[in-house]
């Protein structure tokens, strides 16, 4: 499966965004789906993750409450509502897909997208 990511800019400290990420050429619906950030210099980290029915989702402490993850499996795509942005959100994200049959799933994704640059100015 090949995934697109986009929806990244330039916002103020306390705005909210919203990220897409559409996947071809595989069934959708069948992958677990994810959402990391990596700053420049660390390492890839998880943010969210939504199970195959969008039924279930599970988010990093450092996001919860703020940002929600879920997915429209008719149009292939999978989103991430970012609300109350501040500075230390601001890296590369990316999305990612998973065929493994639980929940939740935090790492080892099978397929990755390119990231797309979220800048949050303070």
């Known amino acids: 499966v090949q995934l697109q990511a986009s929806g990244g800019g330039l916002v103020q400290a306390g705005d909210s965004l919203r990220l897409s990420c559409a996947a071809s050429?595989?069934?959708?619906?069948?992958?677990?789906m994810g959402w990391f950030r990596q700053a420049p210099g660390k390492e890839r980290k998880f943010v969210a993750t939504?199970?195959?029915?969008?039924?279930?989702?599970f988010y990093a402490d450092s996001v919860n409450g703020r940002f929600t993850i879920s997915r429209d499996n008719d149009k292939n795509t999978v989103y991430l509502q970012m609300h109350s942005l501040n500075p230390e959100d601001t890296p590369l994200y990316y999305c990612a897909a998973d065929r493994r049959n639980y929940f939740p799933v935090m790492n080892g994704y099978d397929y990755w997208g390119q990231g797309t640059q979220v800048t949050v100015s303070s």
């Open positions: 939504i199970s195959k029915s969008g039924l279930s989702t």
């Open positions: 050429g595989g069934t959708f619906r069948s992958y677990v």
